[in-house]
């Protein structure tokens, strides 16, 4: 005879994130600065140092950021080379210098990125726009991926065409070099293939058939692998994008698959703790040991974050503006997270609790 | 001759109805597959006759990503214009083959509506009726063309080459289910065109000239409006039944298969052309779906990137085989998308401006009609509303727009009375 | 008669914002103003000093019993087009008035009418093409309604039970679906009845016309044609089925006894010594019996004496 009323076992709460003594408190995310453009801000990227945000707009301008100035009414410096919404991102490793690709197949390779920017390569790389591009952890090759179904690796030296990797039979919506050197692309039936760059074949297939649907009514694929990104070690691949779309009058559920990059199985579908009309865009690792994406819909902007082993998030941060996330970066320093939204505003929010300011007077006397 | 009201006997009735000229069921068989008649011959026979073939884009299409293009500003979108076949007329660059036929269109970039309902079928309704769906429910363009343009003999006369999903529709509303469109869905046969195994040919002959006897018998001594009525839409499915290679495009030579493309699209428009070849009146081609809320750049990248090549196509097979000239072409849509930019990168629905495309018969092609300002938010040249448009349609086939229908003692006007044709579309 | 001109200007009450309603409008109740304008116009419609309106409701049920209106077509209440039969409009819309609007006895007394009970049939010696609509001497035909024709269609047939299994077949297509509801009696009622509204449904689809607008003049169309020629679950109801109407006739020899029962269980009637000839001829013709009565029956079910109330 028990001597709990309940005849059933009370069901094991999945355990929620712990923060790190030393790492940063997730939950305790908030808005800290708020930098605002003109136009939509389609991607944004941290420099190694921390310093700068770079962003890429629907104004074609590259805007770069100095966060050391803390002034109100910051304003960035913007470059001119792009003729069309700017997307494709990716900052190289070691150097100052900056990778972009545009809306009508133009892939720009810029250098001093800290001091004068400017481009060093301009490369027409697709016909029809470059929807990624990825620099290799050595920063000698970058990779972009395009609408013509094409992936194709340049010289970031040169500028000239290393390989073409062709296969994919629908647009390539992402792409991403392994630290090892081989690079994976995505496309919009969220088919990823895995590419040995030097040989230019294919080594496997990994399937986000997830993010991915036909839709009958409408007559059109509805897909696409938004954000992908490795973690750290290259051990883990998570893909984004959103699941159980109806059509193209709105998104479905936002989603993040994690895969195991060994074995190319699909460890873990990611999602909110409650399913509303959202996809997911931006994803990043955070050394810490969980994973932190952006995204949103008409309905609003989120944050979202998992520990790698649990599907449901442990937290949600849910933005004051209805404006999705289109992108995510996570500062050098693990801190802060840098947002792009389509209301124009590049947003920082802070991982850390806000901070205790000591009485002047007490501080003072002791 | 008078008929002999006692007369009873069958014979009598069978050989009075073929002096008559009427066709009998069974006569050349239901079954047996009748020849298509040859097009150049049919181009003969009937030289004058005027055709109209509709493109409708379902869902509202983008004036931005077609017709209108505003780049380099905050409602244009990512994508470039092109140079089209008309110096000083640019497209979007998602329509590279259309912009190649630009000297065979007229684009009017100031189409509008008011009042428009929110809802796909009653903005759908407004274009292709001419008139307030709430003052409704009125004729489609189709049924109205089969009551005032010359129709073949032994075919349907309109035909809707519609998405898979799409069934019949009562769209003729006061002028009858007997004008109603045949729909087609997803381009397939009609329904119940195919005869269940369990009917051979023979067997269908033989039930046909049964019916047909039954209602001679009948009709004898009554009014016989309504039983005439019934034994030709026997004819007329028996004729149908024998006309079924009309809708296999396997028939049309494999260089042409391949030209259109073997996509959906690019099969309904050489369906189309079939149909057209062969004396069908009116037909209409529906495109699904431009209706893109969210992520419009990608969906209208997709859709027009289908759309292109085979409309481009087909008016050039139309063109160089000289139906053009006596064929009006129209590209329609239910509204156009918003310039603002929505936050899922989408495009919400606008009836203040949009674009619309004719060409073919009657048509002052080459040239742009209406203008919007430069971020396309309002229109700043010649403003068409949506009736006059549909004047324009009917006056562009040689039909006087401020006609009526007559309806045994009611009169309906073909056109909104208070509006007029668009002269500076008509040649 | 012309159309009276009122100048009277109805005084509408005003009331300050947010106390128009004695119950205010809700998701949960419906809201009750304290003054309608539309309860005023059902009042005034109804109360006697518009005749128009007893008349133009009276006509239109007429029409629906007779084929046609005293005023044809039913919206043309203009002096242009005058009724038909202007005493007998008049009568009717009074009496109609008088009743309060009590539609059920209205069309009870129209179909005890003589006028309602005439055959189609013209008279010996009179040619039916002189017979004007508008006289009403012979019934108008009116096509059956599309849930007429298909209860016709299955009560002529002797199909019902065929049908019955065409639903349970289409509802197996979702084995899964299935195998919950057969362990569910209500929720496999509920799942036929949807199952069996959808099939008239399609019959009105086809059939009907268009939705609110009165049924106009009978046509036919291609697609409907079609349907009844070609409809692989119509043409099942004529195959041979257990004990329907194509099982008992082909196992009757005598084609005076085929016609009999074919003639009464489709068209509810007795053959025409040549119909009955014509049928024999028929059957003799054709090697394969079965096919023949398939023939035969489709001929009857396919006719304009069955597609119309005549």
């Known amino acids: 005879m028990s001597d709990s009323t309940d005849d059933k076992p009370a069901p094991e709460e999945p355990s929620k994130y712990v923060p790190k003594a030393d790492g940063v408190d997730p939950y305790a995310t908030r808005l800290i600065r708020e930098l605002k453009q003109d136009r939509a801000i389609l991607a944004c990227r941290y420099d190694a140092t921390g310093q700068f945000v770079f962003t890429g707009a629907q104004d074609y301008l590259i805007h770069r950021w100095d966060l050391a100035d803390e002034s109100e009414e910051l304003q960035a410096a913007a470059f001119e080379s792009h003729e069309s919404w700017v997307r494709a991102m990716c900052l190289f490793p070691h150097d100052d210098r900056l990778a972009t690709g545009d809306y009508v197949g133009r892939l720009i390779i810029w250098q001093q990125m800290n001091g004068e920017p400017k481009p060093q390569h301009s490369i027409a790389a697709h016909e029809g726009s470059v929807r990624a591009v990825s620099v290799s952890a050595d920063g000698k090759l970058v990779a972009s991926a395009g609408n013509d179904r094409m992936v194709r690796v340049w010289s970031a030296e040169t500028g000239e065409l290393v390989r073409e990797l062709a296969g994919h039979d629908c647009h390539v919506y992402n792409v991403a070099f392994h630290p090892d050197g081989s690079v994976v692309s995505a496309d919009l039936k969220c088919r990823l293939k895995h590419w040995n760059v030097e040989s230019g074949e294919m080594i496997r297939e990994l399937d986000a058939g997830l993010l991915y649907v036909y839709s009958v009514k409408y007559t059109v694929d509805v897909g696409g692998v938004r954000g992908m990104s490795f973690n750290a070690d290259g051990s883990q691949l998570a893909c984004t994008g959103a699941t159980g779309v109806k059509g193209i009058a709105h998104s479905g559920n936002a989603r993040v698959l994690l895969f195991d990059w060994k074995s190319g199985e699909l460890l873990q579908e990611l999602k909110p703790e409650k399913d509303e009309i959202t996809t997911a865009w931006g994803v990043r690792f955070h050394p810490d040991g969980f994973i932190v994406a952006s995204g949103g819909s008409r309905t609003g902007g989120f944050l979202w974050f998992w520990q790698p082993d649990q599907p449901v998030a442990f937290h949600m941060l849910k933005f004051k503006q209805r404006a999705p996330g289109f992108d995510l970066d996570l500062s050098p320093n693990g801190k802060t997270l840098a947002v792009a939204n389509h209301d124009g505003t590049l947003r920082l929010y802070e991982m850390l609790p806000e901070p205790v300011v000591e009485d002047e007077a007490k501080i003072k006397d002791t | 001759m008078t008929r002999d009201p006692a007369c009873q006997s069958t014979a009598h009735l069978v050989s009075r109805r073929s002096m008559l000229g009427n066709l009998v069921a069974g006569a050349t068989g239901v079954g047996a597959i009748g020849r298509l008649v040859h097009p150049a011959v049919a181009g003969e026979i009937e030289k004058k006759k005027k055709q109209v073939l509709i493109f409708l884009l379902n869902g509202g299409l983008s004036q931005f990503e077609s017709f209108d293009p505003k780049p380099n500003t905050d409602t244009g979108g990512p994508f470039r214009q092109i140079a089209t076949a008309v110096p000083g007329t640019y497209f979007s660059e998602l329509m590279p083959h259309t912009a190649t036929i630009a000297d065979k269109l007229a684009v009017v970039r100031s189409m509008y509506a008011q009042k428009v309902p929110g809802s796909h079928g009653g903005a759908r309704d407004f274009v292709e009726t001419g008139r307030p769906p709430q003052l409704g429910p009125n004729p489609l363009m189709g049924p109205v063309y089969s009551t005032v343009l010359e129709q073949p003999d032994e075919l349907p006369g309109n035909i809707h080459i519609a998405p898979s999903r799409w069934g019949p529709r009562q769209d003729a509303a006061f002028l009858g289910p007997k004008n109603a469109s045949l729909v087609l869905s997803g381009g397939r046969p009609p329904l119940n065109l195919e005869r269940p195994e369990s009917i051979n040919e023979g067997s269908d002959d033989v039930r046909y000239r049964l019916r047909r006897i039954a209602d001679l018998r009948f009709s004898q001594r009554r009014r016989t409006a309504h039983s005439e009525a019934y034994s030709a839409s026997y004819d007329r499915a028996a004729q149908l039944i024998r006309q079924r290679d009309l809708f296999d495009i396997a028939k049309e030579p494999e260089k042409d298969q391949q030209r259109y493309g073997t996509h959906d699209f690019g099969r309904h428009c050489l369906l189309a052309r079939r149909l057209l070849e062969t004396g069908v009146t009116c037909v209409k081609v529906t495109h699904n779906n431009y209706d893109s809320h969210m992520e419009n750049f990608n969906f209208h990248l997709e859709q027009l990137g289908e759309f292109d090549r085979p409309f481009t196509t087909l008016i050039q097979d139309l063109d160089s085989r000289g139906m053009l000239e006596h064929t009006l072409v129209m590209l329609i849509t239910e509204f156009g998308r918003t310039p603002a930019i929505q936050p899922d990168l989408g495009r919400d629905h606008w009836p203040p401006n949009w674009s619309v495309v004719l060409g073919g018969c009657g048509i002052q092609v080459g040239g742009v009609l209406g203008a919007t300002n430069e971020n396309g938010t309002e229109i700043t040249d010649r403003p068409v509303h949506v009736a006059e448009m549909f004047h324009t349609y009917l006056q562009a086939v040689g039909v006087d727009p401020t006609g009526v229908h007559e309806l045994g003692g009611t009169r309906m006007p073909l056109g909104a009375p208070e509006r007029s044709a668009v002269k500076e579309l008509l040649i | ?310």
Request: net charge negative; aromatic share 6%; charged share 25%.
């Open chain 3, 1 to 310: 008669m012309a159309a009276r001109l009122t100048s009277d200007v109805l005084a509408i009450p005003e009331f300050p914002e947010g106390e128009e309603y004695v119950e205010k409008p809700s998701s949960k109740v419906r809201s009750v103003p304290k003054f309608s304008l539309r309860e005023l116009l059902a009042t005034k419609l109804t109360g006697g000093e518009t005749p128009e309106f007893a008349r133009n409701m009276a006509n239109r049920l007429w029409a629906m019993m007779m084929g046609r209106g005293v005023v044809h077509p039913l919206d043309a209440h203009h002096a242009a087009n005058p009724p038909s039969h202007p005493e007998l409009l008049e009568g009717l819309g009074e009496s109609f008035q008088q009743s309060g609007f009590d539609t059920r006895s209205f069309l009870r007394e129209l179909a005890l009418s003589e006028t309602y009970q005439r055959s189609s049939i013209a008279p010996a010696k009179v040619d039916p093409s002189t017979i004007a609509a508008e006289s009403f001497a012979v019934a108008n035909m009116k096509g059956l309604s599309p849930e007429q024709l298909l209860h016709s269609l299955l009560e002529a047939t002797g199909s019902q039970g065929v049908f019955e299994k065409q639903v349970e077949d289409a509802l197996k297509e979702d084995a899964e679906a299935w195998a919950e509801l057969s362990a569910d009696a209500e929720k496999l009622a509920a799942a036929r009845d949807a199952k069996k509204a959808e099939r008239v449904k399609e019959f009105i689809t086809l059939f009907g016309s268009t939705p609110g607008r009165p049924e106009g003049e009978f046509q036919a169309s291609l697609p409907q044609s079609l349907f009844l020629a070609n409809n692989p679950a119509l043409v099942e109801w004529l195959e041979p089925q257990p004990d329907n109407l194509t099982t008992r006739l082909i196992a009757v020899d005598d084609p005076a006894d085929v016609g009999r029962m074919a003639y009464l269980s489709v068209l509810s009637r007795q053959p025409e010594d040549e119909e009955i000839s014509l049928l024999a001829e028929h059957l003799q013709s054709r090697d394969d019996r079965r096919a023949a009565i398939v023939e035969f029956v489709w001929s009857l079910v396919a006719s304009a004496e069955f597609r119309l109330n005549h």
